[in-house]
């Protein structure tokens, strides 16, 4: 009898106690966020806000290449994440879905509005409202190892400025041995080669797509012609290791951090990377040169933005504008390393006497990025025609071919 | 309900028994396939992105295939790479089935073995095979190098030339365990008394094989042909996994073109209509295979 009582008694007990988190977790604002796996500084954005506030934030990464697919896949299931930090170009797409929130109301309320990285804010606009704000900005350029350039007799402090230039410093660094490579790049990554080969086309004021976004120009542009020549060089030369033809990404960055690799395409979310967990590598940054002069960069990165559907929008919001304070963009970014989105700050105690910092931010100033809601489908995706008209002309060297067939497959996904 | 039932005669009792032994299958096909099937129809013929407005358009899907040059070129690589990848299954599979055939003691071992790989997921095989041919960390690399059987790592998944050889490569230990269980229930049902007066007749191993054994296997020839040949016109996770469809877009298979179009484009309804075109040529295919195979009266 006393057993059975004690029994109810703990079983009661047990009750209580587990119906107590359950009453908490009902008033407590649990949202979900997704980001591609690019090494800006979200999860720590995230630990600190959950840290902080009683709202909790669960970030889910998703594969880079992935994330379109994924996302339109949890679209149409009823089921995205409240906050998405999207691969800017994107942006057009989902806004012009309806599945981005009108975020314009809240934008206008920003102070420093003006000063948020304009070709991010520009991507995040659709018919004159705002979807998205910035949050992790990303412009191209090259990083050069400054200890190969001093082996191979170059001077470090005058980099390359045209592809001549370039590939005989290649070249030079190159002969220093076996292991040794002028160049890297991630021949089997579609968005890399977006991220990092179409500004060398920019540069050299030209492009594969008309002003309007309305044709390709493929074939009709003389410049896309004599990039891909460029490029097939550095291949034909082996002036890259041999496993960069099949990269998909995995080693764009790290290829870099073996020491051994002269230059490589590179952008500003590697530069706290290499710093923090390469403190030996002896590295500076250039813009990324024309044929004959000149400098571009691919303003990429990411914007924020919350899903339409979401149950949480002020909530959500109130995240977004504190990931903006000065507080979260110089103690979390600038303090990490990364560029804060907001212009102004650029100039912090953080990257106060680093050269390659503000050269790296200064390549946004040479920054462009087109606006097409089928982005992804030219450029990043892995079966698209980007990839494959890079692959056949630079690895297998059949530029006309590649071109020709480049030209067709724009001009087909162009016309829907 | 009792009362009723005993009301029925013999006869209605009869079928009533037979039609609720049957509900289930029915009812497990309507919903997970007649349903899904004039979904995938009625999409087929519509602009259904995979968000936002859908438009009614007609026939424009299907006059679109013909103007798609990866459809074509997935198409033709479809059939080639089924063409290639089920003659090593059939031949690997008799031969298996013929080693494993009589019940000798530990016989088990050798049966569990060959048919292990066919329990993985087809997905890990893909991954397991992907590191195993690595440049950098795979085993095949290492093992040719230190027989100095080649000068320098090979990319075996980067050469649009090996690509292919080494992904059937993969699928053929993978599935052919799957084809070596249907032939082996084969050669057991033939009774040994054939063989033994074919024997007394003076018949070799290929007269055996050629006028006892395959003509009474047609049957499981004809299943486990019809099995793997749909297996790999259908086969996606192998491309998506191994290569993503490289080099050059050379490993696209028309299932991974069809979940391109609908999930990575977007574009549901030209996926839909690439299905229901691949239904066809299935279901012909098959057809073609069951007459060739017919039980000759």
Same mark, same amino acid.
């Given at each position: 009898?006393?057993?059975?009582?004690?029994?109810?008694?703990?079983v009661a007990f047990v009750l209580v106690l587990g119906s107590l988190p359950l009453a908490a977790q009902?008033?407590?604002?649990?949202?979900?966020?997704?980001?591609?796996?690019?090494?800006?500084?979200?999860?720590?954005?995230?630990?600190?806000?959950?840290?902080?506030?009683?709202?909790?934030?669960?970030?889910?990464?998703?594969?880079?290449?992935?994330?379109?697919?994924?996302?339109?896949?949890?679209?149409?299931?009823?089921?995205?994440?409240?906050? &998405?930090?999207?691969?800017?170009?994107?942006?057009? &797409?989902?806004? *012009?879905? +309806?599945?981005?929130?009108?975020?314009?109301?809240?934008?206008?309320?920003?102070?420093?509005?003006?000063?948020?990285?304009?070709?991010?804010?520009?991507?995040?606009?659709?018919?004159?409202?705002?979807?998205?704000?910035?949050?992790?900005?990303?412009?191209?350029?090259?990083?050069?190892?400054?200890?190969?350039?001093?082996?191979?007799?170059?001077?470090?402090?005058?980099?390359? #400025?045209?592809?001549?230039?370039?590939?005989?410093?290649?070249?030079?660094?190159?002969?220093?041995?076996?292991?040794?490579?002028?160049?890297?790049?991630?021949?089997?990554?579609?968005?890399?080669?977006?991220?990092?080969?179409?500004?060398?086309?920019?540069?050299?004021?030209?492009?594969?797509?008309?002003?309007?976004?309305? @044709?390709?120009?493929?074939?009709?542009?003389?410049?896309?012609?004599?990039?891909?020549?460029?490029?097939?060089?550095?291949?034909?030369?082996?002036?890259?290791?041999?496993?960069?033809?099949?990269?998909?990404?995995?080693?764009?960055?790290?290829?870099?951090?073996?020491?051994?690799?002269?230059? *490589?395409?590179?952008?500003?979310?590697?530069?706290?990377?290499?710093?923090?967990?390469?403190?030996?590598?002896?590295?500076?940054?250039?813009?990324?040169?024309?044929?004959?002069?000149?400098?571009?960069?691919?303003? +990429?990165?990411?914007?924020?933005?919350?899903?339409?559907? #979401?149950?949480?929008?002020?909530?959500?919001?109130?995240?977004?504008?504190?990931?903006? #304070?000065?507080?979260?963009?110089?103690?979390?970014?600038?303090?990490?390393?990364?560029?804060?989105?907001?212009? @102004?700050?650029?100039?912090?105690?953080?990257?106060?006497?680093?050269?390659?910092?503000?050269?790296? &931010?200064?390549?946004?100033?040479?920054?462009?990025?087109?606006?097409?809601?089928?982005?992804?489908?030219?450029?990043?995706?892995?079966?698209?025609?980007?990839?494959?008209?890079?692959?056949?002309?630079?690895?297998?060297?059949?530029?006309?071919?590649?071109?020709?067939?480049?030209? @067709?497959?724009?001009?087909?996904?162009?016309?829907? | 309900?009792?009362?009723?039932?005993?009301?029925?005669?013999?006869?209605?009792?009869?079928?009533?028994?037979?039609?609720?032994?049957?509900?289930?299958?029915?009812? $497990?096909?309507?919903?997970? $396939?007649?349903?899904?099937?004039?979904?995938?129809?009625?999409?087929?013929?519509?602009d259904w992105p995979l968000f936002g407005e859908r438009a009614y358009t007609? %026939? !424009?899907?299907?006059?679109?295939?013909?103007?798609?040059?990866?459809?074509?070129?997935?198409?033709?690589?479809?059939?080639?790479?089924?063409?290639?990848?089920? /003659?090593?299954?059939?031949?690997?599979?008799?031969?298996?089935?013929?080693?494993?055939?009589?019940?000798?003691?530990?016989?088990?071992?050798?049966?569990?073995?060959?048919?292990? /790989?066919?329990?993985?997921?087809?997905?890990?095989?893909? %991954?397991?095979?992907?590191?195993?041919?690595?440049?950098?960390?795979?085993?095949?690399?290492?093992?040719?190098?230190?027989?100095?059987?080649?000068?320098?790592?090979?990319?075996?998944?980067?050469? /649009?030339?090996?690509?292919?050889?080494?992904?059937?490569?993969?699928?053929?230990?993978?599935?052919?365990?799957?084809?070596?269980?249907?032939?082996?229930?084969?050669?057991?049902?033939?009774?040994?008394?054939?063989? !033994?007066?074919?024997?007394?007749?003076?018949?070799?191993?290929?007269?055996?094989?050629?006028?006892?054994?395959?003509? %009474?296997?047609?049957? $499981?020839?004809?299943?486990?042909?019809?099995?793997?040949?749909? =297996?790999?016109?259908?086969?996606?996770?192998?491309?998506?996994?191994?290569?993503?469809?490289?080099?050059?877009?050379?490993?696209?298979?028309?299932?991974?073109?069809? $979940?391109?179009?609908?999930?990575?484009?977007?574009?549901?309804?030209?996926?839909?209509?690439?299905?229901?075109?691949?239904? =066809?040529?299935?279901?012909?295919?098959?057809?073609?295979?069951?007459?060739?195979?017919?039980?000759?009266?």
């Amino acid at each position: 009898m006393i057993y059975r009582k004690t029994l109810l008694l703990a079983v009661a007990f047990v009750l209580v106690l587990g119906s107590l988190p359950l009453a908490a977790q009902d008033d407590q604002i649990n949202m979900t966020m997704w980001v591609r796996s690019i090494p800006f500084q979200t999860q720590a954005m995230v630990d600190e806000w959950n840290a902080n506030n009683d709202s909790q934030i669960e970030l889910t990464i998703i594969p880079s290449a992935e994330f379109v697919t994924k996302m339109g896949a949890a679209i149409a299931a009823g089921e995205p994440p409240d906050i &998405a930090s999207i691969d800017l170009i994107y942006t057009p &797409a989902f806004a *012009a879905a +309806g599945q981005l929130v009108d975020i314009t109301d809240f934008v206008k309320e920003l102070p420093y509005a003006d000063t948020l990285t304009p070709a991010h804010m520009e991507l995040g606009r659709y018919e004159g409202r705002n979807y998205a704000v910035p949050t992790g900005v990303d412009g191209s350029f090259i990083v050069y190892n400054i200890d190969l350039f001093e082996q191979a007799g170059l001077d470090p402090d005058n980099p390359p #400025s045209t592809w001549g230039e370039m590939l005989d410093a290649m070249r030079a660094i190159d002969a220093l041995g076996d292991d040794i490579y002028g160049y890297w790049f991630s021949m089997n990554c579609a968005g890399c080669n977006a991220f990092t080969f179409l500004p060398f086309i920019w540069a050299s004021g030209g492009d594969v797509l008309s002003d309007d976004y309305s @044709e390709a120009t493929i074939t009709s542009d003389p410049i896309v012609r004599d990039a891909l020549a460029f490029y097939n060089t550095i291949w034909e030369e082996g002036l890259v290791p041999e496993g960069a033809s099949i990269d998909n990404g995995s080693n764009f960055v790290s290829a870099f951090t073996g020491g051994n690799i002269g230059m *490589a395409g590179m952008g500003n979310f590697a530069i706290p990377l290499f710093t923090n967990d390469h403190p030996d590598l002896n590295f500076d940054v250039f813009h990324i040169p024309g044929k004959e002069g000149g400098a571009a960069s691919f303003g +990429g990165g990411d914007v924020i933005a919350i899903a339409s559907g #979401s149950e949480h929008v002020e909530e959500a919001w109130r995240f977004i504008e504190w990931t903006m #304070s000065d507080e979260a963009q110089i103690e979390i970014y600038a303090a990490n390393g990364q560029i804060p989105v907001r212009l @102004e700050l650029v100039n912090n105690p953080y990257f106060e006497g680093d050269e390659r910092q503000l050269t790296a &931010a200064s390549a946004l100033a040479v920054g462009f990025t087109p606006y097409t809601t089928v982005y992804n489908d030219l450029f990043n995706d892995p079966n698209g025609p980007w990839l494959e008209m890079l692959q056949i002309a630079i690895l297998d060297g059949d530029i006309d071919g590649a071109l020709e067939l480049g030209q @067709e497959r724009f001009t087909q996904i162009m016309e829907g | 309900m009792q009362l009723t039932l005993l009301n029925l005669s013999w006869e209605q009792r009869r079928k009533l028994t037979g039609l609720l032994f049957v509900m289930p299958t029915v009812a $497990f096909v309507t919903v997970f $396939f007649i349903i899904p099937l004039l979904m995938t129809i009625f999409m087929s013929f519509h602009d259904w992105p995979l968000f936002g407005e859908r438009a009614y358009t007609g %026939l !424009e899907n299907y006059q679109d295939l013909s103007k798609d040059r990866q459809y074509l070129k997935s198409l033709d690589f479809t059939f080639r790479y089924t063409a290639l990848v089920t /003659p090593p299954i059939f031949i690997l599979g008799f031969i298996l089935a013929s080693l494993v055939r009589h019940n000798i003691r530990y016989i088990g071992i050798f049966r569990t073995i060959f048919f292990l /790989p066919v329990v993985i997921g087809l997905g890990v095989s893909s %991954l397991l095979w992907t590191w195993m041919l690595d440049d950098r960390i795979g085993v095949f690399n290492k093992i040719l190098l230190d027989l100095n059987l080649v000068p320098k790592a090979q990319l075996f998944l980067g050469r /649009p030339s090996t690509a292919m050889n080494v992904i059937i490569l993969s699928v053929v230990w993978k599935t052919v365990g799957f084809t070596m269980i249907l032939l082996l229930a084969g050669l057991q049902a033939i009774p040994d008394e054939l063989y !033994e007066s074919a024997e007394v007749d003076g018949a070799g191993y290929f007269r055996k094989l050629i006028y006892i054994t395959l003509p %009474l296997m047609r049957r $499981f020839i004809a299943l486990a042909l019809i099995l793997s040949v749909i =297996g790999s016109v259908l086969s996606f996770d192998q491309f998506y996994i191994m290569t993503r469809g490289g080099p050059r877009n050379s490993t696209i298979s028309i299932v991974f073109w069809i $979940f391109n179009n609908s999930f990575t484009y977007f574009k549901m309804g030209y996926g839909a209509a690439m299905s229901i075109v691949l239904l =066809g040529i299935l279901v012909a295919l098959t057809g073609l295979q069951l007459y060739v195979l017919r039980e000759k009266e």
